[in-house]
């Protein structure tokens, strides 16, 4: 999972992610910014990998918010080679 994680690290590096409406909202709702999601996958490791389709996947990252908050954010990799952060929540 270590060269899933640095994958993600290059492309929010070279600003190739983008974030659904839902985690743009979740990340307001509890107290997040762009920052702080960059700064769990730097910080980050890859939890947990869910599957939804045959050969789909979605990854769960666990890294800190700059204020040393815990959270999660789900991705996963487009079609077009995008990382799409789907959801973002603080973990207790």
Not at 14 to 22: C, I, P, V
Request: charged share 25%; proline share 2%; glycine share 10%.
């Amino acid at each position: 999972m270590a060269a899933i994680i640095g994958n993600f690290r290059r492309k929010i590096a070279l600003g190739r992610y983008e974030l659904t409406s839902h985690a743009m909202e979740e990340m307001e709702n509890d107290g997040f910014t762009i920052v702080d999601c960059k700064s769990a996958v730097y910080s980050g490791k890859v939890v947990a990998t869910q599957r939804h389709g045959p050969g789909k996947s979605k990854q769960v990252i666990e890294g800190q918010a700059l204020d040393g908050r815990n959270m999660h954010l789900i991705c996963r990799l487009t079609e077009s080679g995008k990382l799409r952060i789907i959801t973002i929540f603080e973990v207790p």
